[in-house]
């Protein structure tokens, strides 16, 4: 099947860990590759940012990347792409009336990629599968006056929901917010993300660690709601382990990241900066010997729409500890993978690290049941093959081309 991605800010190509570059990166280039491994042509579209890239890049993986003239050649924050998706849409159409490639599905991924796609698929009669991979509503009860989202978010969702011929959710939490924001649970499958089980396996080289020491990681970009702040005052009641934190800006940079000074900051008051490590942006390929290097993850999210880190870790074989929010209540079995605490609570994160970092049993039969899980329910080739039945489905409803005056 001809399958176009739509990635407006995220690029399957781009260096993970950045404010904006993070699980929808991985994402798109899971998915694709897993797409084209099962014989699929697969292009993915995504904003071209940088003024020496050419349009078409072949991937490793076997899909094309295709950078879009849409706005200004440079980065440009996520929150500052909406205008610039009126173009990105009439680019895709030019190019898919061109005649050389036309897709026979298009997914979106992230709600600005799919007014893009949209458009486009209603000018050319594609038909359009949408993944949010993140809401406005729940970002705007979380965050409230710090959401920076342009004002219409939550209304452009509500209506690509009513409009695209299928939404993906990731999650059953994403399911009820969905149906609250008026999206008919009809036009939802709910298919969560998958994890590359052949880089994030429980054999391969691991990271260094201190003697003696046992290891807590945790993993994402250095924003506020992945809670890093209460990972770091949840380590004073776990005393002796050291707590790694992989993510944010590239190592050199850290000290001039206003996030990190304010975790580092936060860890001396606490009184546990010389247990408390922040190693920077890592790449993808060599984030699984720092999971292997782990005695747990800690994933604490204020909310969380999938959560691939905690998932990357369990098919590494390692038990988490994680806030019971979001796709996290799916992919950790409480009690039997891991084990969910409440958001934002620094002591009820460090008593359950403590009690499991004390329990060597409890961590070894979590880690056996984790690796189980991702295996059995996570493949990137089931998840894949579950999407091809979606694009199947909606491609075989004719819809007529919109009449161009
Ligand atoms: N990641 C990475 N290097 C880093 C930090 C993160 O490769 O330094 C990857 C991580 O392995 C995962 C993704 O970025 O695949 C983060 O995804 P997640 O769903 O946990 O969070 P999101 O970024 O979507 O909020």
Redesign the pocket.
């Known amino acids: 099947m001809r399958i176009a991605m739509i990635s407006e800010h995220a690029s399957p190509l781009a ?3 950045g404010a904006d ?7 798109v280039a899971e998915l694709s590759a897993a797409l084209v491994a099962a014989g699929h042509d697969v292009r993915v579209y995504t904003r071209r940012d940088a003024v020496d890239l050419p349009v078409t890049v072949r991937s490793p993986d076997g899909y094309d990347v295709v950078h879009v003239p849409a706005g200004p050649a440079e980065p440009v924050a996520k929150d500052g792409l909406l205008p610039h998706m009126g173009p990105f849409g009439a680019w895709l159409i030019d190019r898919w009336r061109g005649g050389d490639w036309a897709p026979e599905v298009v997914h979106a991924h992230f709600w600005m990629s799919g007014l893009a796609a949209l458009d486009a698929g209603r000018e050319t009669g594609v038909p359009v599968v949408q993944t949010y ?2 809401l406005g509503t729940v970002k705007r009860r979380h965050q409230g006056v710090q959401d920076t989202s342009p004002a219409r978010r939550i209304a452009y969702e509500r209506h690509l929901g009513r409009s695209v011929d299928r939404v993906i959710a990731q999650c059953r939490d994403e399911v009820g917010e969905l149906v609250r924001m008026g999206v008919p649970r009809s036009a939802m499958t709910v298919v969560p ?1 998958g994890v590359n089980l052949e880089t994030f396996a429980p054999l391969g080289l691991a990271t260094e660690r201190e003697p003696g020491r046992t290891r807590i990681l945790t ?3 250095l ?1 506020e709601r ?1 809670g890093f702040q209460t990972v770091v005052r949840a380590m004073e009641h776990v005393p002796e382990a050291e707590c790694v934190v ?3 800006p590239p190592a050199g940079l850290l000290e001039t990241d206003p996030y990190a000074r304010r975790l580092r900051a936060l860890a001396g008051s606490c009184g546990v900066a010389e247990r408390v490590r922040l ?6 390929e ?2 699984g010997r720092w999971y292997r290097s782990a005695d747990v993850l800690v ?1 604490a ?1 204020w909310y ?7 998932l ?1 870790a369990m098919a590494c074989g390692v038990p988490v500890v994680a806030t019971a929010v979001g ?1 996290l209540r799916d992919t950790v079995v409480d009690g039997v993978t891991g084990d969910l605490v409440p958001a934002r609570d620094p002591r009820a994160l460090g008593a359950a690290l403590r009690a499991l970092l004390d329990d060597r049993i409890r961590r070894f039969a979590y880690a056996g049941a984790a690796r189980a899980r991702a295996r059995r329910h996570y493949s990137w080739a089931v998840t894949a093959q579950r999407l091809v039945e979606v694009y199947d489905e909606v491609a075989t409803v004719h819809r007529p081309t919109r009449v161009v005056a």
């Open positions: 260096i993970l860990g570059a993070g699980g929808q990166n991985t994402h991979h993140a993300s993993v994402g970009r924003v992945k992989v993510g944010g190693v920077g942006a890592v790449p993808r060599e984030m994933a999210p969380e729409p999938f959560g691939l880190t905690p990357e796709g």
